[in-house]
């Protein structure tokens, strides 16, 4: 069974930085593609960042420039480094490991508030 475990999260004003890491319980090179999801309530899942196999990487429109998904050296976590956050950054965020057959894993998320 695979865990993921996230943390990092918490309270930031406008303009500032969090880094989020998603601990997995197997090497992040056992999965196709490492992701980074953010859910508001009422809202439809977003992905936000991606990274692929190979380390090819992907960003939501709105995070492009101000967020960057990494892996650590272990090759056992994968971080999201926010940087100029905005209010609308508000929300859940999830990590996710998904297979090269389409299985996918999950977190538990990690609560992300910026405020002023």
């Known amino acids: 069974q695979v865990q993921l475990v996230e943390s990092g999260g918490g309270l930031v004003q406008p303009g500032g930085s969090l880094r989020l890491s998603c601990a997995v319980s197997?090497?992040?090179?056992?999965?196709?593609?490492m992701n980074w999801y953010r859910q508001a309530p009422g809202k439809e899942r977003e992905l936000v960042a991606s990274r692929i196999s190979g380390g090819r990487t992907n960003y939501a429109d709105s995070v492009k420039g101000r967020f960057t998904i990494s892996r650590d050296n272990a090759k056992t976590a994968v971080n999201l480094q926010m940087n100029s956050l905005k209010p609308e950054d508000t929300t859940v965020y999830y990590c996710?490991?998904?297979?090269?057959?389409?299985?996918?894993?999950w977190g538990q998320g990690t609560q992300v508030a910026v405020t002023s």
């Open positions: 996710s490991a998904e297979t090269d057959c389409g299985q996918g894993y």
């Open positions: 197997r090497r992040i090179t056992d999965f196709y593609a």
